[in-house]
């Protein structure tokens, strides 16, 4: 499971795109930050139905809010690809844009999507729902651009020239060109972003904003709502049925599209890696499903094809795209112009209004979430790396753990978060460890998988003879397996970082027994502020937190990164 | 009948240093019922004038009539078949041929009843539901083949079709083609060949424009009068491929082993796997033929050409009639001591690889002789994808540094003179 987001634009020289995101940046925050002032009603006592008899309706609501917001994610994928790989000057402000969006926890996107949501749809529980499946798609769209981006702009030169020969309209290009071109990487990533979308499901159905509690019926609210009760019996009950859930989706979803989806794979000559499923051979075989596919699907792809033909002949080809493409052009270039100089003014003024003492906060606060992560990604690494190792250098072992352990990983660690809670609770600096086990439950594993993948790749000759010259353990771990799971080992350490700094939100401000248990760090301010509607605070410890985690990317791991490229990759 | 016209086209490919001037003033006219080939070095820029045809590329300069009017955009009238097949992996033989009937928007029985005869016709039948990657390379050329006609072009593009097939499989290929041709089997017009080999030319053709590079410029016009099905061994049909010969190197027949070609772009290759390529065959002494020279190194045949035509680029070696032949420059290659090779290797791949000299000219321009790797980059991705831009730039980086051209930093991602280079240019 790889996750290299790394644009191929070079960051080096700082250009005046750079100055425009940092503007524009800026303006997202104040937006976030701005809005949730207008919003102001008597809070009312929460109520919510924890009978376990609920709980396969509840799944079902939670299943069907990460589809939607699934489906959102992979609207906003194709729109923002599209643009950032077909539009050269777009593609300079908007590739570096991700790495920054990316690195905006999620509920700092609360408070602007709640209010503008509910100006659409006032007093309505349609409101909470889209606000909602907003939070999750924010959760999970980003790496899915960057995969659908890279694929774009790869594709041989070759079949693009066939496709312009053939003259398949934009449509044919799409759905015979570039849709199978991407299919294989937007699979991985929809896979983690679906992961990503159950770890905040229960920040996305049970929240606070301006001091008010919202709840949306689902299987993350039911968890949330026992954990605040302190309902140690329910929170199982929850649990189970979500790693239930998950598991399912995993085996009836994800393997068979794994294994169908090979034949996207871009290669002339057939190779021996292999993914099987056996629920696809069921697929395959189901009669319902060629039923719909001879009925349904392939006439309607007929006609949508006929459709487009049509289309695209009456309107004139060139003239069209070309016109189009330069009113689009000029509507978005005037968009981000608008929200640059909106955010310059509002990120301003909101900023000005923090004191100096709301700074000393925010950094110091930055600075112990900082060490809090790298405690988490150290104590990942001193676990993972030897038996990781262990693991993928032995076959036999492999095969019979590495199930086990996607399964582990798939069990979202918020949910399991107040369990924990429960025994660390009372002692003192609780919470403080709390927070870094989570951290560390929610991302060891991306540790753990990369490891594998590297110990599995070591040349099994040069074990082999290690172990005959007798070489010492120390020396064969520096010289033979650390070099060979190196690369690996960054492209985990990226993700587990990231992930780490994303779940501070959740770990370090907590309702529990109905009463809030905090300590302090940035991922507490950024969630304190967002729900007592401290704009300028949220703003403040936003930005921090975005610049931190782009700084440390840059700085840190894109330079390990090359150098596990150049050095170690062999 | 006049098909297709080119009048006086130009065309340049702009670098910030400067341009290249890739055709210059190219004239000519195709009329129905011809086989025109276009033959030349590479850098004659005998594709990008099938890509101008097509429509794919606009010319600076010029203009082309199809059927009496002006070209604007994609031409309706031809079709093209690729030198590495360019097959959508991910589509069945079949849907691979149906996908150009998809954008007339026929419907699906028509379209259906179409692509089966045109899969018949080029000798696919049975392969109909295979993924090209079950496929060999002569059957996947096919299924190039059975895409384009199945469109029934005017007139048929053909970039190297052949190139990249083994000799066997080549030949069969074209015998075939021709035979469609001949019958009338195919409502083809007009064909266009581009191609490297003399002798495939004179085969199929019934004009060969012969192209100078560097620029493109037409510099002769060779009519092909003896009926198909033409014997390669007859009399006439060598003193064809001589002449032409004599033409196009502009020497007398003994020195045609250097045959000059300057490459825009070179293969994957790299020096490690010439040198070994060379040796190897300096010791098995006399010509080999490629094909089983793959089987010899249990190479696939895909594997082996870049490197064959990385020497044949360089001057090192030469390709006849499917033998691997060394040139007097790769004998003294081959028989030379590591810092001689070095010698020879930097001479011929600075004059055969005008990248490089693209490269030493940028960095001698530069004060400090240093310039980064995303600037040769973004020159490249001019006319390549970006992740064929990195590999030709490894590949160019590869030969720079095994001749000592230039140095490169991994670290800084920085491509530089070395010391001693930037001395010599000084003095």
């Known amino acids: ?570 | 009948m006049e098909l297709l016209r080119l009048e006086n086209i130009s065309l340049s490919f702009k670098f910030p240093e400067g341009e290249i001037k890739v055709l210059d003033k190219v004239s000519f006219s195709v009329s129905e019922g011809e086989i025109i080939s276009l033959l030349g070095p590479s850098g004659s820029g005998k594709s990008t004038i099938l890509r101008i045809i097509a429509g794919l590329l606009r010319p600076q300069e010029g203009k082309v009539y199809y059927k009496g009017e002006e070209l604007n955009g994609i031409n309706h009238g031809v079709a093209m078949v690729f030198q590495n097949f360019a097959l959508f992996p991910w589509l069945t033989v079949l849907e691979n041929v149906e996908l150009g009937l998809k954008v007339l928007g026929l419907p699906q029985e028509i379209r259906r009843e179409k692509a089966l005869k045109a899969i018949d016709l080029i000798g696919l039948d049975g392969f109909e539901n295979a993924y090209p990657k079950e496929l060999s390379g002569g059957m996947k050329q096919r299924v190039g083949f059975a895409r384009a006609l199945v469109m029934e072009p005017d007139i048929l593009l053909l970039d190297e079709p052949f190139s990249a097939l083994d000799v066997l499989t080549a030949e069969n290929l074209r015998n075939d083609l021709i035979e469609l041709w001949m019958e009338k089997r195919i409502p083809t017009k007009a064909m266009i060949l581009v191609t490297h080999s003399i002798e495939e030319a004179v085969y199929i053709a019934d004009r060969v424009l012969l192209l100078s590079k560097d620029p493109g410029r037409i510099i002769k016009e060779v009519k092909i009068e003896i009926p198909h099905w033409r014997d390669k061994k007859s009399k006439e049909f060598l003193n064809l491929v001589d002449m032409i010969y004599g033409i196009l190197t502009g020497k007398p027949m003994e020195k045609l082993a250097f045959r000059e070609k300057k490459h825009l772009f070179i293969p994957q290759a790299g020096v490690g796997a010439i040198t070994g390529l060379i040796e190897l065959v300096n010791d098995l002494e006399g010509p080999v033929d490629i094909y089983k020279l793959g089987e010899e190194l249990l190479m696939d045949i895909e594997d082996l050409l870049p490197i064959v035509e990385a020497s044949e680029i360089l001057g090192l070696a030469e390709i006849k009639e499917g033998d691997f032949v060394l040139t007097n420059s790769g004998k003294k290659f081959a028989e030379a001591d590591v810092l001689e090779r070095k010698e020879i290797f930097k001479e011929l791949a600075i004059e055969k690889v005008p990248f490089l000299k693209q490269i030493i000219r940028v960095l001698q321009s530069k004060s400090n002789h240093k310039a980064p790797r995303d600037f040769f980059l973004d020159l490249l991705k001019q006319h390549l994808s970006a992740q064929e831009a990195e590999k030709q730039l490894d590949v160019l980086i590869d030969w720079g540094r095994y001749a000592e051209i230039f140095e490169y930093d991994d670290n800084k991602d920085e491509l530089y003179l070395s010391e001693i280079l930037s001395m010599e240019k000084k003095s």
């Open chain 1, 1 to 570: 499971m790889k996750r290299i987001n790394w644009s191929s634009i070079s960051y080096r020289k700082f250009s005046i795109g750079d100055i425009l995101i940092l503007l524009f940046i800026g303006s997202i925050i104040y937006a976030i930050s701005s809005l949730n002032t207008y919003y102001t009603r008597p809070s009312e006592p929460l109520s919510f139905d924890l009978s376990p008899s609920k709980l396969p309706l509840y799944s079902l609501y939670s299943l069907i809010r990460v589809f939607l917001a699934y489906i959102l994610s992979f609207i906003f994928t194709l729109v923002y690809g599209y643009t950032a790989a077909y539009n050269k000057k777009l593609e300079k402000i908007l590739i570096p844009l991700l790495d920054i969006l990316q690195s905006i926890p999620v509920l700092s996107f609360l408070p602007p999507v709640f209010m503008a949501v509910l100006a659409l749809f006032p007093g309505s529980q349609i409101g909470l729902e889209i606000t909602s499946i907003i939070l999750i798609f924010t959760g999970q769209v980003w790496n899915m651009v960057f995969s659908f981006y890279q694929s774009l702009i790869s594709i041989p030169k070759d079949l693009r020239e066939t496709a312009q020969i053939m003259r398949l309209n934009p449509w044919q290009r799409f759905w015979y060109l570039e849709l199978p071109y991407s299919a294989i990487g937007l699979l991985w990533n929809s896979m983690m972003s679906v992961a990503g979308g159950w770890f905040f499901l229960m920040a996305c159905e049970m929240f606070t904003i301006t001091n008010q509690d919202f709840i949306l019926p689902g299987i993350g609210s039911y968890l949330s709502f026992a954990s605040i009760k302190g309902d140690i019996p329910k929170i199982l009950l929850g649990l189970f049925s979500l790693i239930l859930m998950i598991i399912l989706i995993d085996q009836l979803i994800w393997r068979p599209l794994i294994a169908w989806s090979q034949k996207f794979k871009f290669e002339f000559t057939e190779s021996e890696e292999s993914y099987e499923s056996t629920i696809l051979l069921w697929y395959r075989r189901s009669q319902i499903l060629n039923f719909i596919r001879e009925k349904f699907s392939s006439p309607i792809r007929e006609k949508v094809n006929q459709y487009f033909v049509e289309k695209y002949k009456r309107a004139k080809f060139s003239s069209f795209s070309s016109n189009f493409g330069r009113i689009f052009n000029g509507f978005i270039i005037a968009l981000i112009i608008l929200l640059i100089l909106r955010g310059v003014f509002g990120l301003g003024s909101l900023i000005f209004q923090l004191s100096f003492e709301n700074w000393k906060i925010i950094i110091l606060s930055a600075l112990i979430t900082f060490l809090r992560v790298s405690i988490a990604v150290i104590i990942g690494l001193l676990w993972t790396l030897p038996i990781g190792v262990k693991i993928g250098t032995n076959p036999k072992l492999t095969k019979i753990i590495q199930p086990i352990v996607q399964i582990l990983a798939s069990i979202p660690a918020t949910a399991i978060f107040p369990i924990i809670l429960v025994f660390l609770i009372n002692i003192s600096g609780g919470l403080n460890i709390a927070s870094i086990l989570l951290m560390l439950l929610g991302t060891q594993w991306y540790l753990l998988f990369n490891i594998i993948a590297g110990a599995i790749s070591i040349p099994k000759d040069l074990l082999e003879v290690s172990n005959l010259m007798g070489i010492k353990k120390w020396e064969k771990w520096k010289n033979l397996i650390f070099p060979c799971i190196f690369p690996y080992l960054v492209t985990g350490g990226i993700t587990a970082m990231g992930g780490a700094f994303n779940a501070s939100i959740v770990s370090e401000y907590i309702v529990f027994s109905n009463r809030v248990i905090k300590t302090m760090g940035l991922g507490a301010l950024i969630t304190e502020a967002s729900s007592m509607g401290n704009n300028s605070l949220l703003a403040g410890s936003t930005l921090t937190m975005a610049v931190m985690v782009v700084l440390i990317n840059r700085l840190f791991w894109k330079r390990l990164f090359k150098l596990s490229e150049e050095k170690f990759s062999h």
